[in-house]
């Protein structure tokens, strides 16, 4: 055994070593022997090579190394291409603190040499990051800067390949996010560049590029809910499909047939798109995700609710994880840059000890009044809330009683759903979809969406998942002696993970706090 583990401790080095060396060897050839434009083209490929064959944290000094080399030549655009492979594998790595300073420094960097595309770059990869973070509002902001900077993609293919890049993501972030407007603004500006590029994108034997201006197209007359004309799309998008070509370059086809075959009720075939893409996304967790949650919702439509529930549990319990690992690896990079910081300040504690030891009790006592003092504004802040939605409940309880010469009104489509969710409660069903409330409407699933979107701003999970907060509230309010799990299960959040994260992000406090709350200023609203 101990012989055996020396010889794969010696393999290892081996290894490492001959990847050290491969990249000197590069770096030198790159240097002496290709002209300016092939050398930063060959450090680039270089660089992508190992992030793709090589991956791990030992391959950042390599890919330092290349940044630098670069760096000398100029900041152009093969330099700002490194830049952003060093940054997808810092992210990668978990190393967030140090990706996000390589963007800024990205950022600093483009302004300063005038490099536009460089800036548009390092807006698209913080955007990129920010989204794989599970914050989409803000990964789409970082999106739109990026489109200000793209030079017209006239000027070389790399222009070309940004603009592309950048209109793709803001698609993705936007579908997710439910933004038809950027949504179809991203769709067109990618088609738009593809028809200017159309003779070189022709020439592409994987047929990504056409195939996935054709598939956003069809997102286009799909919201249009011209499904004639998306299907035609579709179709077309479908002839550059090759089979040796892995089918994640054509994961946009997939996934917007899917929704047309959704929209037609045609759950068999949306569903098999959407297995495709699970398995494309397998080792892309925050793309798995979204699959995972479009089959959810199809397996719901097509009435397989206890395969639909199952599939939300597994979202649940993988974003749960997701989100715990990445507070992990922040948590470790903050320490890794903790500990840095303390080796290179080492010698000097023990000359300011006292001084530090007396500045570190004088920053306690005023962080610790500092925090007393914000815990009673927001005490007071959440006692204010309270007492608003309880005026609010109350108005909204209250009848109106119509003038004596005037007829009474009709409800409005919206009012009378919004008095049946509150009388009958349909949301303790755990399953309850936009195709139940437009059964009870009278309506299509489309129709009750449409209604919801426009008199509410709300996709139908958020509206009833609003509709369950608010009588969370009521439950929490008055005097149920249920816990916090018998709420969670009985009103339909499936956990109580689900159900406390929902109530915070919605009240911005906890629902044990909300209660606790609402029960101290009864004796001041009875006197």
């Known amino acids: 055994m101990d012989c055996r583990s020396e010889y794969n401790e010696l393999n290892y080095r081996m ?60 900041h152009d655009d093969y330099y700002f291409a490194a830049v952003n492979v060093l940054i997808d594998q810092l992210f990668s790595d978990g190393r967030f603190a140090e990706a996000d300073a390589e963007a800024a420094n990205m950022e600093k960097t483009a302004i300063e040499a005038g490099h536009t595309a460089g800036r548009a770059m390092s807006h698209r990869v913080r955007g990129q990051m920010l989204y794989k973070l599970m914050q989409s509002d803000r990964a789409l902001a970082e999106l739109d800067s990026a489109v200000l900077f793209i030079p017209h993609i006239k000027e070389s293919s790399n222009a070309f390949a940004t603009m592309t890049s950048i209109q793709e993501w803001r698609w993705i972030v936007a579908s997710r996010l439910g933004d038809r407007a950027a949504a179809t603004d991203a769709a067109r500006n990618y088609v738009d560049a593809v028809d200017m590029w159309r003779d070189r994108v022709s020439q592409d034997p994987s047929g990504h590029f056409l195939a996935t201006a054709l598939a956003l197209e069809a997102s286009v007359e799909l919201y249009r809910d011209d499904y004639a004309a998306t299907v035609a ?18 994961e946009h086809l997939y996934e917007v047939r899917s929704r047309y075959n959704t929209a037609l009720g045609q759950y068999d075939k949306a569903l098999a798109d959407v297995d495709t893409l699970l398995k494309a996304h397998t ?16 397996l719901n439509l097509a009435g397989r609710h206890e395969e639909s529930l199952a599939d939300y549990d597994s979202y649940v319990a993988m974003r749960d994880s997701i989100t715990s690992d990445q507070i992990d690896r922040r948590l470790d990079d903050l320490s890794t840059l903790y500990r840095s910081e303390v080796e290179r300040q080492h010698h000097l504690v023990s000359t300011f000890r006292l001084l530090g030891v007396g500045g570190v009790a004088l920053l306690l006592l005023v962080l610790l009044i500092v925090s007393m003092r914000a815990q009673r504004v927001q005490r007071r802040q959440n006692r204010l809330l309270v007492e608003r939605l309880r005026e609010l409940d109350r108005q909204t309880v209250a009848p109106v009683v119509p003038a004596a010469d005037t007829p009474p009104a009709m409800p409005s489509e919206i009012e009378r759903l919004d008095q049946y969710m509150r009388d009958e409660q349909p949301f303790t069903d755990a399953a309850l979809s936009r195709r139940e409330l437009a059964a009870w409407l009278g309506t299509t699933p489309e129709g009750v969406a449409r209604l919801i979107r426009t008199e509410r701003d709300m996709t139908v999970l958020a509206y009833i ?63």
């Open 15 to 74: 290894k490492r070593l001959a990847i050290v060396a491969a990249c000197l060897l590069c770096i030198v050839h790159c240097a002496f022997c290709l002209p300016p434009q092939g050398r930063g083209r060959e450090l680039v490929l270089r660089a992508q090579h190992l992030r793709n064959h090589t991956p791990g944290p030992h391959i950042v000094p390599h890919l330092r190394a290349i940044v630098d080399s670069l760096s000398a030549e100029g």
């Open 233 to 250: 799309l579709l179709d077309s998008a479908a002839s550059f499909v090759r089979p040796d070509v892995p089918s994640r370059a054509y």
């Open 283 to 298: 080792d892309f967790p925050w793309f798995y995700l979204n699959d995972l949650l479009s089959r959810a919702r199809i």
């Open 465 to 527: 998942n609003a509709a369950r907060l608010d009588e969370a509230r009521r439950v929490l309010e008055s005097d149920s002696q249920e816990t916090l799990t018998e709420i969670a299960s009985r009103l339909g959040f499936g956990t109580l993970r689900t159900f406390q994260r929902s109530f915070s992000e919605r009240y911005s406090m906890p629902p044990s706090r909300y209660r606790a709350i609402a029960h101290e200023s009864r004796p001041a609203e009875n006197n």
